[in-house]
């Protein structure tokens, strides 16, 4: 198929504004979008900037915006975009550091503030803490994610409140609040009860929709603010 693509290209050290740039690849349809970019990098452009690592959807760095849909570039193939066109831009709401690399330092920072790992309580087990499997299904879809930060970037109440804390940073509190072994329940709960944690998310769906692992992102930031709801219930005004 012969394709078009339209890069976004800023470099902040030389360039005054962002500006798009075009390329021709001829790619097979079974391809992926990261092949054509590395096509572009590697046959005519090397000065094209893009994070990639594992190229199969694992390590989660090649998240950017494809024809508008926060995407990673190695799960999108080629015949998804059969008017041949495809336009390729940095994930929305991220600092850009060069091209398609946006600074992430912010979104793990905000994952940081919410100690993502096990708060241990009570006597040191002698060999493991142990989880049943109906408790470990209780975190099975989360423990999925990769910090991609594709549902960061589409969701569109970031984009009028840049404190909110995102729904990357929620599902990383739900993975803790509802993991049995954990022993900071009510802490973590009220690490996101407040008007720009857990209730600033309005239910868009947009990060469901795009998050490459299929995490249930807005049922598990819903399933938060029920939980904050029932051990921490609001008198009544
Ligand atoms: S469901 Fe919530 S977090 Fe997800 S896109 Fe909508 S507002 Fe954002
Ligand atoms: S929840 Fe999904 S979209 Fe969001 S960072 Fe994790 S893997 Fe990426």
């Not at 709401?93 to 060069?98: A, E, H, P, T």
């Not at 008007?195 to 938060?224: L, Y």
Request: with cysteine.
């Amino acid at each position: 198929m012969d394709m078009k693509f339209k890069i976004f290209r800023f470099d902040p050290e030389v360039d005054s504004r962002p500006r798009y740039q075009e390329y021709d690849v001829s790619a097979e349809p079974g391809e992926r979008i990261l092949d054509c970019l590395n096509r572009i990098r590697w046959e005519q452009d090397g000065t094209l900037s893009y994070r990639m690592s594992c190229g199969h959807g694992v390590c989660g760095s090649d998240g950017m915006r494809i024809n508008g849909v926060c995407a990673l570039a190695c799960q999108k193939l080629v015949k998804d975009y059969s008017g041949g066109e495809v336009l390729v831009e940095p994930l929305p709401f991220f600092r850009v550091v060069k091209d398609l690399v946006v600074d992430m330092e912010e979104f793990l920072e905000g994952i940081r503030r919410l100690h993502p790992y096990l708060l241990s309580t009570g006597d040191i087990p002698e060999k493991e803490r142990f989880q049943s499997p109906e408790d470990r299904k209780k975190v099975d879809d989360v423990i999925r994610c990769i910090l991609c930060a594709c549902c960061t970037g589409a969701c569109p109440v970031m984009l009028e409140n840049r404190d909110y804390i995102g729904p990357a940073a929620l599902v990383w509190a739900y993975r803790f609040i509802f993991d049995s072994r954990d022993g900071g329940f009510e802490e973590r709960l009220k690490g996101v009860d407040f008007p720009d944690g857990a209730w600033a998310c309005v239910n868009h769906f947009e990060c469901t929709r795009v998050c490459p692992k299929s995490i249930p992102v807005t049922r598990s930031i819903n399933t938060i603010k029920r939980a904050i709801e029932k051990v921490f219930p609001r008198r009544p005004d």
